[in-house]
């Protein structure tokens, strides 16, 4: 049920698209109906959702075959929050920027395509399908603050964008060295995460490929020296796509971290914990420092928000000794999808 989230997402999308004499009015109304209908199956999802079955399959087809690669949708206590989350945050973004004149079609057509991103992000456990809903909620952004925004608006843009596929290019050129290490391992290409996290991978290819990654998504997620795209961003963003930025897009990047780089190479995280440690408390440094010196509430704001990012950064720092080695193969993923062994250490222990 909730794929529903994704499909709802884009289908308003469409109707917006393909009803060209669509009025300021029924584009608002067409956005935020379209914005409750996924809260209200977020909603009735995690109602649904039983704690004690764990990861738990909402969709699983065929996708490229060819590449080992699935539509593989999932959820587990995790990314239901999160799920959530962008429900509420996607009604609460129509709602503030429901006086928008400008284009209001085109608006609300880029705004439901990034949430509808930004479900599938939450919700996909095949890495390349990932992948793709990531980079579906990079594209709206440049346009909502490129034509939507104010403050040097087209420089916000670029350069948010620019960074993002910086580390858009770091987590590809990781995810696809992971897959063919565990191809070489078992003799299956895959890009399902549940899979690749019962491969115990080399700890020196750990070492290099857990940084690409964890960095790569911790861009988007604001980490210290990687941020100085988000004070721009969220300044030259409308409210509502400014919002979406703070409350749940930056959150993709610290789940991707989490998801995928400290939970296919624990002993990277392990070997990486120091430096990751230390740029996560200077973030919060500099963010405290920054944001009391800083002019303008909106750009205060923005570098004040560098904390909590320090904060779950600096997480990374305390997390347990990797056991992989000390555990069965499906107490990491279970095969069947649905009921797996509680995890004490690596990611799930933070």
């Known amino acids: 049920m909730l794929a529903w989230t994704i499909y709802l997402s884009f289908a308003g999308v469409v109707a917006l698209m393909l009803w060209p004499r669509a009025g300021a009015g029924v584009a608002r109304w067409l956005a935020l109906v379209t914005a409750l209908a996924g809260l209200v199956v977020g909603l009735v999802g995690a109602i649904r ?101 104010s403050t040097r608006r087209e420089y916000g843009a670029m350069k948010l964008v620019l960074y993002s596929l910086v ?93 995928v780089a400290m939970t296919l190479f624990p002993a990277g995280l392990l070997a990486w914990q120091t430096p990751l440690a230390v740029l996560a408390v200077v973030g919060i440094v500099y963010g405290g420092a920054g944001g009391a010196g800083a002019v303008g509430l909106q750009v205060r704001d923005r570098l004040l928000e560098r904390e909590p990012h320090g904060f779950r950064a600096a997480g990374t720092g305390d997390a347990p000794p990797p056991r992989r080695q000390r555990r069965r193969p499906a107490d990491v993923f279970p095969r069947d999808h649905r009921r797996p062994a509680v995890r004490r250490g690596g990611a799930d222990g933070l």
Do not use: C
């Open 49 to 149: 959702f039983d704690p004690a079955a764990g990861l738990t399959t909402v969709v699983r087809l065929p996708w490229i075959p060819a590449l080992g690669s699935e539509y593989f949708l999932a959820v587990d206590g995790i990314n239901l929050v999160l799920v959530v989350l962008t429900g509420i945050a996607a009604v609460a973004g129509v709602l503030f920027a429901w006086n928008i004149e400008q284009r209001p079609r085109e608006f609300f057509s880029f705004y439901l395509a990034l949430i509808g991103g930004v479900y599938g992000v939450f919700l996909s456990f095949d890495l390349l399908l990932l992948f793709v809903f990531y980079e579906i909620a990079i594209i709206p952004k440049y346009f909502l603050i490129a034509i939507w925004g």
């Open 167 to 259: 580390g858009s290019a770091m987590v590809l050129a990781g995810m696809v060295a992971a897959v063919v290490v565990a191809a070489q391992q078992t003799g299956q290409s895959t890009f399902d995460l549940a899979a690749l996290a019962q491969v115990t991978f080399a700890p020196a290819f750990q070492k290099w490929a857990f940084p690409l990654v964890f960095v790569g998504f911790a861009v988007l997620a604001g980490l210290w020296p990687f941020h100085t795209w988000a004070p721009t961003g969220h300044v030259a963003a409308p409210t509502a796509a400014s919002m979406l930025l703070a409350g749940v897009v930056m959150k993709l990047g610290a789940y991707g971290a989490l998801r």
